[in-house]
């Protein structure tokens, strides 16, 4: 059985990455190869490593503000490449920008204190095909 493969990326200004780091890991340990492209990763990296890399999702985190803007270039990105991979978020916007990213696709985001057993299990399932 081949690992389900994720890409996770830390999005704008923001340079707290231990929360991401410790979500790959973790994700590393339920059996998914992850690729992590570090902090401040602009959309189109991420696109461009989700394509090539051929993710079966795509991770993003943010918590300085403009989770909601990057995530919802990164879907948009995504779909003109062609790949209709599942877009799950992590970290803080405005509720109104959240809302905005959902509405763009986004499939699960997760709030502070959502705890990893959450966030494995929806990458479990994201991954999982119909």
Known sequence: MNRQRVVLAK???DGHDV?????GKHLVDAGFEVVYLGKRVSTATIVAAAVQEDADAVG???LSGGL????ALTVAGLRRAGSDV????????????????MA???HLHFG??????????????????P
């Open 104 to 106: 763009a696709g986004v």
């Open 86 to 101: 599942p877009v799950l978020t992590g970290g803080i916007d405005e509720p109104a920008e959240i809302d905005r990213m």
């Open 68 to 71: 909601g803007h990057f995530a």
């Open 60 to 62: 993003l985190s943010c």
């Open 112 to 129: 502070p204190g959502t705890s990893m057993t959450e966030i494995v299990t929806a990458f479990q399932e994201a991954t999982s095909g």
């Open 11 to 13: 999005l704008g200004l």
């Open 19 to 23: 929360g991401v780091r410790l979500i």
